[in-house]
């Protein structure tokens, strides 16, 4: 008689164990502020929606490497490259 082994499925892990993200927020919104910037004007000049550019400053969405790039280069107000 052959036994069947049943495999438990994945369980995603504990909070406490998940690999931290970033907060970029409080400094996305401190650098906004220092330059006078409003969160519509950052709209404007990056192309991101002012609702995802709170939901950033919030720390409620994590950005791509190009809409970070987007934002970095409305808040500095000049082109990285």
């Not at 690999?19 to 404007?44: C, F, H, K, N, S």
């Amino acid at each position: 008689m052959t036994k069947t082994v049943t495999a438990e499925p994945r369980r995603a892990a504990p909070r406490s164990r998940r690999r931290a993200r970033p907060a970029i927020g409080p400094q996305v919104r401190r650098l906004r502020r220092e330059r006078g910037l409003t969160l519509a004007r950052v709209a404007e000049r990056s192309g991101l929606n002012v609702g995802y550019l709170s939901q950033i400053e919030n720390d409620k969405a994590s950005p791509s490497l190009e809409s970070l790039t987007a934002l970095a280069t409305a808040i500095s107000g000049c082109g990285l490259g």
